[in-house]
Structure formats: C-alpha cells, structure tokens
C-alpha cells in the first residue's frame, strides 16, 4: 500500500525557517515525479515546486523562487523542501505527492495527509 507522510511542520516567526520532510512506502519511488503543495485556510490548494526522478530538474511556484528549495534522497524514498525567510502568508497545510508521470506539472497520483505550517508575525 502506498503511503506519503510529511513530518517536520510547526510553528515559526516570520524569517525563520523550516525543513519539512516527505517518506514514501509501499512502492519504488525512486522513479517517480515528487512534488510539493500547500493549501491555506480557505483558499484553493496551489503548487510549491516539484523535482524529477533523478533530482536534476526543479520547478517552483513563480512567488516561492529563491526561499524554498526541493531535494530529494531516493535511498530514503524521502523529499524535502527547505523553507527559508518564511512569511506569514506562507501558513498553509503542505503536503507531498508522488507521479508516475515524468512531467513536473503531474498528473499526481499519491498525496500525504498533510503538515501544518504555520508563521506567526
């Protein structure tokens, strides 16, 4: 069964930093597209970024270019997203998600539950 879980949220003032990470089972993800979303309270779940299989492409949401930072490390089955000078309209809920397609924009076929960001001003 495949599973996606986030870990690393909580709670940070703003221009701190966050590194929240995403553990993949249940199947061979070393093949497979990984991407971040976000959804704040009452708005539409929106990309973050998003990395190949092999790490060596990235994309990122055009607002988030030069504060987060996608990797990955497949001997973990494990994505990352480094969260640097962290703003307060950043507070959202971040999950991960993995694709079969090579494309970075998706589609998505697996999703984490979810981790609460939030950042208080």
């Known amino acids: 069964q495949v599973q996606l879980v986030e870990s690393g949220g909580g709670l940070v003032q703003a221009g701190g930093s966050l590194r929240l990470s995403c553990a993949a089972s249940?199947?061979?993800?070393?093949?497979?597209?990984r991407g971040w979303f976000r959804q704040a309270a009452g708005k539409e779940r929106e990309f973050v970024a998003a990395i190949s299989w092999n790490g060596g492409t990235t994309t990122y949401a055009d607002s988030l270019k030069g504060r987060f930072t996608i990797s990955r490390d497949n001997a973990k089955n494990t994505v990352y997203l480094q969260m640097n000078t962290l703003k307060p309209e950043d507070t959202a809920v971040y999950y991960c998600?993995?694709?079969?397609?090579?494309?970075?924009?998706?589609?998505?076929?697996?999703w984490g539950q979810g981790t609460q960001v939030t950042v208080s001003s």
């Open positions: 249940g199947g061979t993800f070393s093949t497979y597209t």
């Open positions: 998600a993995a694709a079969w397609s090579r494309r970075l924009d998706g589609p998505y076929d697996y």
